[in-house]
């Protein structure tokens, strides 16, 4: 069986048509390594008979000539879609047993298009991390392995379980979303494709809220031609989203035949802090160089309120965060621990079902909203924030894309960075600075350290064009013939 | 103004500031498509973004918005172009998703006027400070079981607006006669019904006292959630004076925010964890700024109905009311509308007094609004008229105003079948003035020595013999002409 979970998206796609197997066989060859990799504790909950279900409806489309554009595709949806009659968690013991009665425009959309949902993928609390170990079920490992070495990696975050599931061949993509980083750093750390759209381009509506100004779906899959065919499933306006913009979806596939001929790269000369790895420092002086020899032109370019955009991120998300989280009260659903008062239901209730991470951010952010401190936190950041955007625009002047890796550093051990917040928080540096200024952003497996782990190139590009985005990423995926872990 | 608290040391005066939540009068809820009308069963008209559960967000319903410009246009405000949502943090059973969606420092209507008719002819202009927009919490009913609260979400998410005054009101009196003129002007706007019982209409006063004359404020206190006007006229009685026995014994008054109990007719402070909130506002990210043109507002504007302002200084030039009269007229539209009908081509001094007088008296009575009027319009039309033309006197129709309210029947009806046609033929009329005349010849003789004061007994004798059906004026004539010749 492994050789369908083997098959890219695209090429499924093209054997479903022909009928060279069933959506319901390509469902069950899925299901069956998810039960094999179970240790990697991708999934909180593995949805077989829907998915049985759902595939043999695909086969009848597929059969009647009705096929969407994912027929029998098995997909992971991350565990912070809601999803209609299945159990919604975000990795929180808040939520226990909360079964929403709606399904997120996102997932619905990816339904409608005729693909499969294989189940609910493990992720950081509430979205809230970088190494996918504050999940309330456990962390999630990375598939990858260290040459030469047994440790256990972590496989990013927040999108852990759906970089973990979809590098180990449990799925053949995978949703995430990323509110700093949280589709590209673990799609860097687990040798995936990874894409962060553009803020608007997909419906936030039913996916549970950490920071409404940044979060952002995307689609996480081990091509950058199965990316583009997910996102373009995924986008598209919705009345029910009043951030979702009135906008057509492009063809991004038909992009990605177009080549980088004539591009100008940018090569922001700030995204060499201390910390980074010469690894990524030499996969990155290769990135630019495939990109030259593909006909695109690199130009040094300056982004100089880099330094300040983890302060600013960590100040914005944690405020939108400690509001968006006031509604898990235990009032309407959810864990609910009593009290003898209202006040100390809340007390018990909040401080049981959130995690340290989340407990941080949300003192964090109200700490930051409260009165005395608003204007020196929040108003500041906001203002950075607008300077950032800034940054972005000046450049796109000059350039077409921008270059940078992903990471400051490939995947670490389960247990690493954990008692730092801060060296955690240093993960997201590159990835941040596109969530603030609300342009799309990819990561592409690039390239492997001398420990044999994934490094990621990350691509910036203007908003609404997703299409050179996947254009530059095309040509690095063309010229990097990154190993993909193979399906066991 | 008029209104002073005497105490020992000084005379103080009062400084008063309403903030008054109007629920918009809109089929939908501000953020969802849940509908909004009263009464329904218990948590029966929620969605899933009024329940606050994950994943849910709201998006704004635009008729709210053109409420909201329409109360403005009313208010003679400033209309914001760009204004901003902004989450107000605060944890409650009944705030579903622990923050209520408000207008922070960008509201969508600014500053404005209210014109206040004073009993004694005098106006009055208050200001107001701004009008903004935010959501309805639901309802926590403690209540109906010894331990448990019972929550109830069918207000949650119903549009507000909340129009705050500025600190222009003096007295107890001003204070009530703004809140019922913004009440009118509201109603007439249709964006508002302003049901006090129901609560779609809610107050919170802020009231402080000074020593007469004195330019300061004095810390304030606010009283919250005051459910009619005559509650609230009680409520910053009773919370002046407090103030100033608290001053004049040498004390401070603590900013707090106070309940009035209208059954102990006193004010008391909410407990301290109710309000010592940090509400942390800021932009909500879910919603993009409010953003409209020119040409939207004089869209509205264009269609804004005649104001109780317009309505009064129009009734006063077109049908000669004094202002104090138009004033009690226009207040409720359906009242401006009803005397309307009345006073077209008719006499409209006549037609004020009938209304204000005769139909108000029974509805005051009744405790009906009039749109239970026992009497139509028409019908009181038909009644002036048939004064008018001599059919019935004054005084005759005063008693077929009474037949009507009890009967509901029309003016002609009772006139035919109770035979009260007014005597206006001078024939029956002299055979009883020559009557009264014979048998009291020493009354005749008075008046003939120049006592012309026993005129008024002779038109009453003459009536009486008619059974009141006697034209008045043609029977004094005919008198005069009789005792004189």
Request: a negative charge.
């Amino acid at each position: 069986m492994s050789e369908l979970t083997s098959l890219t998206i695209a090429a499924a796609r093209e054997k479903l048509a022909k009928k060279e197997f069933s959506a319901l066989e390509l469902t069950d060859a899925h299901l069956a390594a998810m039960e094999r990799a179970k240790d990697l504790n991708a999934f909180i909950t593995m949805t077989p008979d829907l998915a049985r279900e759902r595939a043999r409806e695909s086969d009848k489309r597929l059969f009647a000539g009705q096929a969407g554009a994912l027929e029998g595709i098995p997909l992971g949806i991350k565990d912070l879609f809601c999803t209609e009659g299945v159990l919604t968690t975000a990795a929180s013991h808040i939520l226990d047993g909360f079964t929403p009665q709606y399904e997120s425009t996102v997932s619905q959309k990816l339904r409608d298009a005729g693909s499969v949902m294989l189940g609910k993928l493990n992720l950081d609390e509430f979205a809230m991390g970088s190494a996918n170990i504050t999940s309330y079920y456990g962390p999630v490992k990375n598939p990858w392995k260290p040459k030469g070495r047994n440790a256990e990696l972590v496989p990013g975050g927040s999108s852990g379980g759906s970089a973990a599931a979809v590098s180990a061949h449990l799925a053949m993509g995978a949703t995430g979303t990323d509110t700093g980083g949280s589709i590209r750093q673990p799609a860097a750390f687990c040798g995936i494709v990874g894409v962060k759209p553009t803020y608007g381009r997909c419906s936030r509506w039913g996916v549970v809220a950490f920071a409404s100004s940044l979060d952002q779906a995307g689609p996480m899959t081990r091509t950058v031609r199965d990316a583009a065919i997910m996102l373009g499933a995924m986008s598209g306006f919705d009345p029910k989203d009043s951030t979702s913009a009135q906008l057509d979806v492009p063809d991004f596939e038909a992009a990605l035949t177009k080549g980088v001929k004539g591009l100008r790269i940018g090569i922001p000369k700030e995204y060499r802090p201390a910390g980074l790895s010469p690894e990524l420092v030499a996969l990155w002086d290769k990135g630019v160089e495939w990109l030259k020899a593909a006909g695109a032109t690199p130009v040094e370019i300056s982004l100089p309120h880099t330094k300040s955009a983890l302060p600013t991120y960590y100040i914005v998300a944690p405020a939108e965060a400690s509001s968006n989280l006031a509604r898990y009260d235990g009032v309407r659903f959810g864990l609910r621990v009593d009290g003898k008062s209202l006040d100390e239901m809340y007390a018990k209730t909040r401080a049981a079902g959130f995690g340290a991470e989340v407990r941080r951010r949300i003192m964090i952010g109200t700490y930051v909203l409260s009165a005395g401190y608003y204007d020196a936190y929040y108003l500041k950041a906001q203002k950075v924030r607008a300077l950032i955007n800034k940054d972005f625009t000046d450049a796109f002047d000059k350039v077409d894309a921008i270059l940078t890796p992903t990471s400051p550093t490939p995947a670490f051990g389960i247990g690493e960075k954990f008692d730092d917040p801060i060296a955690m928080y240093l993960n997201d540096v590159f990835t941040v600075p596109a969530s603030l200024a609300g342009i799309p952003g990819a990561s592409i497996p690039a390239g492997l350290s001398a420990d044999g782990l994934p490094l990621g190139l990350q691509v910036l590009t203007r908003r609404w064009d997703e299409e050179t985005l996947f254009r530059v990423c095309q040509a690095l995926e063309d010229a990097a013939q990154f190993p993909l872990l193979p399906a066991v | 103004m008029g209104y002073i608290i005497k105490g020992e040391q000084h005379d103080w005066e009062l400084v008063i500031g309403l903030e008054v939540h109007a629920q918009v009068m809109s089929k939908a809820k501000l953020f969802s498509g849940a509908p909004t009308e009263f009464g329904a069963g218990p948590n029966t008209q929620v969605s899933f973004v009024d329940a606050g559960m994950p994943g849910m967000l709201p998006v704004l319903n635009e008729v709210c918005v053109e409420q909201a410009v329409r109360s403005g246009l009313g208010l003679k405000a400033q209309i914001n172009k760009r204004s901003v949502f902004a989450r107000k943090n605060y944890f409650y059973a009944d705030l579903p998703q622990g923050y209520q969606i408000s207008q922070f420092d960008q509201p969508i209507v600014g500053e404005g006027i209210v014109v206040l008719d004073m009993p004694d002819g005098s106006t009055r202009s208050v200001g107001i400070e701004r009008l903004h927009l935010e959501q309805d919490a639901g309802k926590s009913i403690h209540d109906l079981h010894p331990q448990k609260t019972y929550i109830d979400l069918n207000r949650s998410g119903v549009a507000l607006m909340e129009i705050v005054s500025k600190p222009d009101l003096r007295t107890p009196e001003e204070a009530g006669i703004y809140l019922k003129k913004l009440r009118s002007i509201l109603r007439y706007l249709g964006t508002c019904d302003g049901n006090m019982e129901e609560g779609s209409m809610r107050c919170d006063a802020n009231v402080s006292v000074r020593p007469a004359g004195a330019t300061e404020l004095r810390t304030r206190c606010e009283i919250k959630n005051v459910n009619s006007v005559r509650f609230l006229m009680q409520a910053i009685e009773y919370e002046a004076r407090r103030h100033v026995d608290v001053y004049e014994s040498g004390g401070t008054i603590n900013q707090e925010t106070r309940l009035y109990d209208s059954n102990k007719g006193e004010t008391r402070p909410m407990r301290s964890k109710e309000f010592a909130h940090d509400y942390r506002y800021f932009p909500d990210p879910d919603l993009l700024p409010i953003e409209f043109d020119d040409a939207f507002i004089a869209k509205i504007k264009a269609d804004l109905p005649e104001l109780p302002d317009d309505k009064q200084g129009r009734f006063i030039t077109e049908f000669g009311l004094s202002a104090y009269d138009a004033g009690v007229l226009v207040t409720e539209k359906e009242n401006a509308d009803y005397f309307e009908v009345v006073a077209k081509g008719r006499d409209g001094k006549q037609a004020a007094n009938w209304v204000i007088t005769n139909l108000f008296g029974v509805l005051n009575k009744r405790g009906v609004e009039i749109a239970d009027s026992p009497v139509s319009a028409k019908d009181l039309g038909r009644l002036l008229d048939l004064m008018a033309d001599n059919t019935i006197s004054g005084r005759m129709a005063k008693e077929v105003f009474e037949a009507m309210v009890e009967t509901g029947k029309s003016p002609d009806a009772i006139v035919e079948e109770r035979g009260m046609k007014q005597i206006t033929d001078t024939g029956p009329i002299d055979a009883a003035i020559d009557k009264v005349m014979a048998e009291n010849a020493d009354k005749v003789e008075q008046y003939r020595a120049g006592k012309v004061q026993v005129m008024g007994w002779f038109v009453g004798q003459v009536m009486k013999a008619t059974q009141g059906k006697a034209n008045p004026a043609v029977c004094s004539e005919l008198l005069k002409k009789k005792l004189e010749a």
